[in-house]
């Protein structure tokens, strides 16, 4: 059964950090490039950052640049986004994507809140 579970969301205030980690069961990931989507309220969802089957390459939206992280163990089958420097326009559910030339999978979403 594929799955993708993503965790670490919560309540922060501005100017502070989040972990997110996206666990990827039931398929090769080794295979797919990985993504963080978010998606705000009354928002389209919105690619934030994009990591390559072996992590050469990443992409980041113009949005999150120089604040946020992403990386990949595929031994672990785990990918992970580190959020720094966060702002109120952040807010958002956080999805973890896995995509390749024959398909893509979703997790079911993680919420993630700046806010004072």
């Known amino acids: 059964q594929v799955q993708l579970v993503e965790s670490g969301g919560g309540l922060v205030q501005p100017g502070g950090s989040l972990r997110l980690s996206c666990a990827a069961s039931?398929?090769?990931?080794?295979?797919?490039?990985m993504n963080w989507y978010r998606q705000g309220a009354g928002k389209e969802r919105e690619l934030v950052a994009t990591i390559s089957t072996e992590g050469r390459r990443k992409n980041y939206g113009d949005s999150v640049k120089g604040r946020f992280i992403i990386s990949r163990d595929n031994a672990k089958k785990v990918v992970s986004l580190q959020m720094n420097s966060l702002k109120a326009e952040d807010t958002a559910v956080y999805y973890c994507n896995a995509r390749n030339s024959w398909g893509a999978y979703w997790g079911q979403g993680t919420q993630v809140t700046v806010s004072s």
């Open positions: 039931g398929f090769d990931v080794r295979t797919f490039d």
